[in-house]
């Protein structure tokens, strides 16, 4: 019988989260304060996160170790399983290699609890009451509400209005964790209200989102803020994805030409990507490493690589990294993971290193691709991870050309049992592509904060 499963024991659950930072050729951009455009230091961000996790942020270690009550959680689905998918191979009667990393095993179904987990943990330890955070698809906001739930925190979800309309599941599962969930922009917030008034029926975004819980967690002591994505720890607790595929694409006695992720913020990609980039820059590997985003939201590939603020009402501090501009409102796509109108400094960092690449995928591509895998393999993806599935499929059909054998690793991030709705929307000819926002983008980048 031909090997479909690599799968790892419990006892390889990786000891330690790898930091790519300290291995980079030329360090990162500082973050500033936005008041200042000075360097920020640890106690400009205690009000929002634990100072474990901002220690992590700001880590020169290459090794970060995963406490140990961490990996006990961790053990309910890691190491989670790498597949070969020989029957997409044989549908798209390729000579390439594809295998994926999936992540929908976890009880969540996305990457998400890999980040969510520790950052509940570490809040829990420093005495932290209540989590505040943003959600669009739902998936991050399920993730952190179940992390919330073991460690016995309260849990206050700001969910983008198109999504908590598009998937009134995820709210539901939200809440069975036991958080409460408010539709953004809601009146609960200045930041909400804010754009209530110029836009009554603004769809939200998540760049709202994030300032209406961080403006929650800035006003109350017993509350912190928690981020699904983009920061720097957040990023790190993900390569547990990375570390494990290396260990599996042994078993599997291959090694990746090219590797593939979708990003958002940047999370599950990177956490599938940075142990390949340290491999990269040790000489190990030459994989080309390629980030799909989409085309309504291309913050890597149309977006400027400059300080900008995190989130839409300006709370934040201010990072270094490509973006649409912190006012852009992304169309409703129903990647609603997808719909950040930046990306990781360190992703961003990264591809400014020339270390990965980037391309764009419209949505009706991406479903496209998402059905046909899971007419392939079985597995119904996210919407999101439907867009690193049709950069791999690009990549086999492109080696079907080329008449080459590649190696292809995909990341599926999460499982789309949630978002059915919008394969309902998408099979009744109801989705459609969306033009790249040219204008609104401009408008947005000339908003951009003046950083010497
Ligand atoms: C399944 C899935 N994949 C990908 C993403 C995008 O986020 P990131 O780029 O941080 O992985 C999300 C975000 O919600 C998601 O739910």
């Not at 309910?76 to 070969?84: E, I, K, N, T, V």
């Not at 990375?242 to 992720?261: K, R």
């Not at 292809?408 to 926002?437: C, E, R, T, V, W």
């Amino acid at each position: 019988m031909e090997s479909i499963q690599y799968t790892l024991p419990q006892t390889r659950i990786s000891q330690a989260w790898y930091n790519v930072v300290p291995d980079l050729p030329r360090p990162m951009a500082p973050v500033l304060h936005s008041g200042t455009l000075k360097p920020i230091g640890p106690d400009d961000l205690a009000p929002l996160f634990p100072m474990s996790l901002i220690l992590q942020e700001v880590s020169q270690e290459r090794e970060i170790e995963i406490p140990g009550e961490v990996r006990q959680i961790y053990a309910q689905w890691r190491p989670s399983p790498l597949f070969r998918a020989r029957r997409l191979e044989k549908d798209l009667d390729t000579p390439a290699r594809i295998y994926y990393k999936y992540e929908g095993v976890s009880p969540a179904g996305s990457h998400k609890p890999n980040t969510a987990v520790a950052q509940a943990y570490y809040n829990k330890k420093e005495g932290t009451k209540r989590l505040s955070t943003e959600t669009d698809a739902g998936q991050w906001g399920s993730a952190l509400a179940m992390a919330c739930a073991f460690f016995g925190l309260e849990c206050k979800v700001y969910m983008v209005r198109v999504s908590y309309d598009q998937k009134p599941y995820r709210r539901a599962l939200m809440e069975a964790f036991g958080a409460s969930v408010t539709p953004s922009p809601s009146d609960e917030t200045e930041s909400g209200r804010a754009i209530l008034a110029q836009h009554p029926d603004s769809n939200g975004s998540l760049g709202i989102a994030i300032s209406e819980a961080v403006e929650v967690a800035a006003k109350d002591p017993q509350t912190k803020y928690s981020l699904g994505s983009v920061l720097n720890h957040v990023l790190l607790h993900q390569t547990v994805i990375g570390q494990e595929a290396i260990e599996q694409m042994a078993l599997a006695d291959d090694d990746p030409d090219v590797i593939v992720g979708c990003t958002g913020g940047g999370s599950n990609f990177a956490g599938l990507a940075m142990p390949y980039v340290g491999r990269k820059l040790k000489g190990q590997s030459k994989a080309r490493i390629i980030a799909v985003e989409p085309s309504a939201c291309p913050s890597l590939t149309k977006g400027r690589f400059t300080y900008d603020f995190g989130d839409t009402g300006h709370l934040t501090p201010l990072v270094k990294m490509h973006t649409l501009g912190s006012t852009f409102v992304p169309p409703g796509i129903h990647a609603g993971g997808l719909r950040y109108h930046g990306m990781a400094p360190l992703v961003s960092h990264t591809m400014d290193l020339g270390l990965i690449e980037a391309t764009s995928v419209q949505q009706l591509d991406a479903f496209s691709a998402g059905v046909q895998f899971a007419r392939a393999e079985g597995i119904i993806p996210a919407p999101e991870a439907c867009h690193a599935i049709a950069g791999a499929i690009g990549e086999a059909l492109r080696a079907k050309k080329e008449g080459k054998r590649k190696t292809i690793l995909f990341g599926l991030s999460g499982h789309g049992h949630f978002d059915m709705q919008s394969y309902i929307s998408y099979q009744a000819g109801k989705l459609q592509n969306y033009d790249y926002p040219a204008e609104e983008i401009a408008l947005a980048l000339a908003g951009l904060p003046a950083v010497g």
